[in-house]
């Protein structure tokens, strides 16, 4: 298959800088080499996770046991410089790797001690000094609604100034690789500014006061388009919020949600990628990453004529094999069993369905998004009465007092089912409910018509009624 060459990395490093030990690209099926040697005498436990940029929604995990002497050989999905986490025993750490390079672990003596070796074995011992979640979890705090907007600012460019510091204080790091995570270490900062002033506004409630200017204060002189980065995993986070204050800033209402995979919103994603970047190589990773989210999230908005617009023959073929791919529960399939209670004790099942067509909806009482719905689905209710047609909300991950008060709050008119305990895990597995709000339509005879189907207010009503037009049609003489 063809490698998608985009600009050498060489082009970060401008004066006096030590040559990568390979010339990076952003390559769909890239891969490195990870060796672990168990020098101890004893089985040692080792887990790895690794996230690539595409397809999004595959992690690489592992959980296995290495015997004593035995070496372990694994090939780690690489598109480009990159980052994944290894728990070695009770040790995590975070190895850094590019395409075609070999990490090298050796473990060593009862007290299970770990040697690096390898090309990037100085930066590798250098991550193993930080915490693996070095990135997110400082930030923490502020994120989930600590202090005010101005304060999580400073913060946040602290964390980075200390980050920074560190970095220049390991004099045995190469120079290019240090240039190289300073620059990552900016993208991480103005991703978290931008990520958590939406999520305090969006999802927590929390009424900041954003200057008019706040994005260009964010940004700063942060370079946007970096065709060499493509597929690095925070200049693409970097970019997708970049992308999303691009189409909707704060305060704003203006336009559909940025992860909403309704009618509007893709062709307003698609225009505003076509129009922010003169890299083709950027727009076709940028597409290929939200084409494959809406396929996952929202196939029946999917309109093919929007292959158009990534010209890779790789990432094209990328998107065509998922949507080929089967669905979880692809229409035809049975609804799947649940055995649930409503808020006065009643237990509900699938067979109580039968010969009505049912529309379930499934929220959370931490997911704001959710509650935006709650008065389209008091409208179906009423819109379909006096028809064939049951609407249930099934809330999941969460706590029933809390549950019991939203539905007070809400008034909502559905039939309310709360799934705990195993039955919220069974509920994900079984109709992968991985994003919320997610809704599931269902004919009379108790088959899926479609998974994450238009929601309740986006196009359910008219799914509906098609299915009843089709059993009046069905019992005409």
């Given at each position: 298959m063809k490698k998608i060459l985009f600009l050498g990395v060489q082009a970060l490093f401008l004066l006096g800088c030590s040559t990568p030990p390979v010339e990076t690209r952003f390559d769909l099926n890239g891969s490195s080499q990870l060796q672990i040697l168990n020098e101890s005498p004893d089985s040692i436990?080792?887990?790895?996770?690794?996230?690539?940029?595409?397809?999004?929604?595959?992690?690489?995990?592992?959980?296995?046991?290495?015997?004593?002497?035995?070496?372990?050989?694994?090939?780690?999905?690489?598109?480009?410089?990159?980052?994944?986490?290894l728990t070695v025993d009770t040790q995590d750490f975070r190895l850094f790797t590019q395409p075609n390079m070999n990490n090298e672990i050796q473990v060593t003596d009862g007290a299970h001690?770990?040697?690096?070796?390898?090309?990037?074995?100085?930066?590798?011992?250098?991550?193993?000094k930080r915490h693996p979640h070095s990135d997110w979890g400082p930030r923490t705090y502020w994120n989930q609604g600590g202090g005010s907007l101005a304060e999580l600012l400073v913060a946040y460019d602290s964390i980075t100034d200390r980050q920074k510091k560190e970095l220049y204080a390991a004099s045995n790091l190469p120079s290019w690789y240090s240039e190289f995570e300073s620059l990552r270490l900016d993208y991480v900062n103005a991703a978290s500014k931008l990520s958590s002033t939406r999520y305090r506004y969006k999802m927590l409630g929390i009424r900041d006061s954003i200057p008019k200017d706040f994005f260009k204060r964010v940004m700063g002189t942060l370079p946007i388009e970096r065709a060499d980065l493509a597929g690095v995993d925070i200049y693409m986070r970097f970019l997708g919020w970049y992308l999303t204050y691009q189409i909707s800033p704060l305060p704003s209402k203006k336009n559909p949600a940025p992860n909403d995979p309704n009618q509007a919103f893709p062709l307003i994603r698609i225009e505003?990628?076509?129009?922010?970047?003169?890299?083709?190589?950027?727009?076709?990773?940028?597409?290929?990453?939200?084409?494959?989210?809406?396929?996952?999230?929202?196939?029946?908005?999917w309109?093919?004529?929007?292959?158009?617009?990534?010209?890779?023959?790789?990432?094209?073929?990328?998107?065509?094999?998922?949507?080929?791919?089967?669905?979880?529960?692809?229409?035809?399939s049975d609804l799947p069993y649940f055995y649930l209670k409503d808020e006065e004790g009643k237990t509900f099942e699938p067979t109580d369905f039968k010969g009505k067509i049912l529309?379930?909806?499934?929220?959370?009482?931490?997911?704001?998004?959710?509650?935006?719905?709650?008065?389209?689905?008091?409208q179906l209710v009423r819109q379909f009465k006096d028809e064939p047609v049951a609407i249930v909300n099934i809330c999941i991950e969460s706590r029933a007092d809390k549950w019991k008060s939203v539905l007070e709050k809400y008034?909502?008119?559905?039939?309310?089912?709360?799934?705990?305990?195993?039955?919220?895990?069974?509920i994900n597995t079984r109709f992968g409910t991985s994003t919320l709000p997610q809704s599931v339509l269902v004919d009379a005879n108790g088959k899926v018509v479609q998974n994450k189907c238009a929601r309740p207010g986006a196009g359910a009503d008219k799914l509906i009624r098609e299915l009843l037009d089709q059993m009046k049609n069905k019992v005409q003489p």
């Open positions: 436990p080792i887990v790895l996770d690794n996230w690539p940029y595409l397809p999004s929604d595959e992690n690489q995990h592992l959980d296995t046991w290495i015997p004593p002497g035995k070496l372990l050989n694994l090939d780690i999905t690489t598109q480009n410089w990159h980052y994944y986490n001690r770990i040697r690096f070796s390898g090309k990037h074995k100085a930066i590798n011992e250098f991550l193993a505003t990628i076509e129009q922010s970047f003169a890299s083709q190589e950027i727009k076709d990773v940028l597409l290929t990453e939200y084409f494959t989210h809406v396929i996952d999230k929202g196939r029946h908005v309109q093919d004529e929007w292959l158009k617009h990534i010209h890779s023959p790789e990432l094209s073929r990328l998107v065509t094999e998922q949507l080929q791919d089967n669905p979880l529960l692809p229409a035809g529309l379930i909806n499934f929220w959370a009482t931490w997911c704001k998004a959710c509650y935006k719905g709650f008065e389209h689905e008091n008034q909502l008119e559905p039939i309310n089912l709360f799934a705990e305990g195993q039955w919220s895990e069974t």
